[in-house]
């Protein structure tokens, strides 16, 4: 029997996830509601959470971006990301997650391009914008749509 | 570097049937690569040099595995290195769909280290930008379809199918496309159908339809082209009123009919039971509603069909979660 982590959590999501469907007329416009809410739970988490005190003041360079993701992920999973990949593009860091939260045991067909776990970059952006960081963070695949993990990508301003 | 090309390039690193990319100098220098194998580079740069002064979309049969090369702008080639087996169709398509993302893109000349030779990048740069206005066509690809059917007949057909509009055709991610009567006619350059269609979906079109086969479903066209599945289905139900492609029909009157009319353009968002596990294993009693767990019907559906109470049906769902049922989400039109 799959376990779910959280059912709690996940099940307000998917509640979200389906009003936002029902209510977007196209792939687009759900992936910025779902990052809509993100930014708004992000400042309810940056306010409640010890990521102020656990990250450095100034962040700037991009292991500081790095190093505040990984602070971000132990609040709020109390886990790492499988990887945070600073090298391959630059200008911008790349997170994968192999058991994201969000998605779990989520399938979905012929939806390509939407981002079930378009949450979290609302949630990160807006934790990036308290830090003093210009960033832009859009889901570029998720497990909900059959890729093998999840992956965020964090453009650096 | 613009910001997103790298969210162009993503595609193709995610990409199972590619193998490796790189964005090049207009002389062949790889500027960004991903796994592209270094003992390809030579002949790239040797192909590219060979047609530099008509460098259009182009494919080299490597032993590693099929190479397309297409210009981006003046400065800039894009070379993908796909596996062996892909159908040289969807390799280009493919490459174009990057090709696509990378529109409007303004990508800055290749940096300092990049002119030593400038005197030389120079000359290429000119002769490829006299002709960087014929990228868009692509002889590769149009030399492959035949034109089967005199014009004369083409014209009177498509004089009948014209008074269908798109609603009257009925496409879902599974449906399968078939081709038409005037699906050559649509794939020939500078035929009214084709430029008809380039004006309203560009080489969108185009390589949707080159992936009608029969035998591909709207879903696996737009996943091999990393398209949503709204914009292919848009497309189709257009083709099919100009007699392109074959699609269902609406019957009129349905309930479905009614239903799409009166949600949003995405569909309505449905989660499906589907069973994938041994049949033999469900006792009795809760067959008949495994059983129709097809992932296509939803829960309410099974319910009525069956004519048993919904909590009794969703008992049997959960029951089965540890054998093989999972809910797939999915929009229905």
């Not at chain 1, 998917?14 to 809410?37: F, G, H, P, W």
């Not at chain 2, 257009?238 to 479905?256: C, D, K």
Request: aromatic share 6%; net charge negative; glycine share 6%.
């Amino acid at each position: 029997m799959p376990k779910v982590e959280n059912p709690l959590l996940l099940s307000f999501y998917a509640y979200y996830v389906d009003k936002v469907l029902s209510e977007t007329s196209n792939i687009d416009e759900a992936n910025q509601k779902l990052r809509d809410l993100g930014h708004e739970i992000g400042q309810q988490i940056y306010l409640n959470t010890e990521i102020v005190e656990k990250t450095k003041d100034s962040v700037t360079t991009r292991e500081d971006v790095a190093k505040l993701i990984d602070v971000v992920y132990k609040v709020l999973y109390d886990k790492k990301p499988d990887d945070v990949d600073m090298k391959t593009a630059r200008g911008s860091v790349r997170i994968s997650d192999k058991d994201c939260v969000w998605c779990q045991e989520v399938n979905l067909e012929g939806m390509r391009g939407f981002g079930y776990c378009e949450i979290f970059s609302g949630i990160l952006e807006t934790i990036l914008e308290f830090k003093g960081v210009d960033a832009k963070v859009f889901q570029e695949m998720s497990r909900a749509t059959g890729a093998e993990m999840c992956t965020w990508n964090v453009r650096l301003g | 570097m613009s910001k997103d090309l790298e969210r162009a390039l993503s595609k193709l690193r995610f990409d199972d049937q590619v193998l490796g990319y790189s964005l090049m100098t207009k002389v062949g220098r790889p500027f960004v690569s991903f796994a592209f194998p270094d003992e390809l580079f030579p002949r790239v740069k040797d192909s590219i040099n060979l047609y530099k002064k008509d460098l259009r979309l182009m494919t080299i049969d490597t032993d590693k595995g099929l190479v397309v090369l297409s210009p981006v702008d003046d400065n800039w080639i894009l070379t993908v290195l796909y596996v062996p087996e892909l159908q040289l169709g969807l390799a280009i398509a493919k490459t174009k769909n990057v090709l696509r993302l990378l529109e409007g893109i303004e990508l800055p000349p290749p940096p300092e280290e990049f002119e030593e030779s400038s005197e030389e990048n120079l000359q290429v740069l000119e002769s490829i930008a006299v002709n960087a206005s014929a990228v868009e066509e692509t002889p590769t690809v149009s030399g492959t379809i035949a034109l089967d059917t005199p014009p004369t007949i083409l014209e009177a057909a498509s004089a009948s199918v014209e008074k269908l509009s798109p609603e009257d055709f009925s496409v879902s991610p599974s449906t399968i496309p078939e081709r038409g009567p005037q699906y050559s006619t649509s794939l020939t350059l500078d035929s009214n159908l084709n430029s008809e269609m380039k004006t309203l979906y560009r080489n969108f079109g185009f390589d949707v339809l080159m992936l009608v086969d029969g035998r591909n479903t709207v879903t696996n066209i737009a996943d091999s082209m990393f398209q949503p599945t709204d914009r292919v289905i848009d497309l189709l139900k257009w083709s099919a009123t100009r007699g392109i492609i074959i699609v269902p029909r609406v019957v009129e009157g349905s309930v479905e009919q009614e239903k799409s009319r009166s949600s949003g353009s995405m569909g309505k968002y449905v989660k499906c039971p589907m069973f994938e596990g041994d049949l033999e294993k469900v006792s009795g009693d809760d067959l008949t509603i495994i059983r129709l767990c097809d992932g296509m019907k939803t829960p309410e559906q099974i319910a009525e069909v069956t004519s048993l109470p919904m909590p009794k049906v969703l008992q049997a769902l959960a029951k089965y979660r540890k054998s093989g049922l999972k809910m797939i989400g999915r929009t229905i039109k």
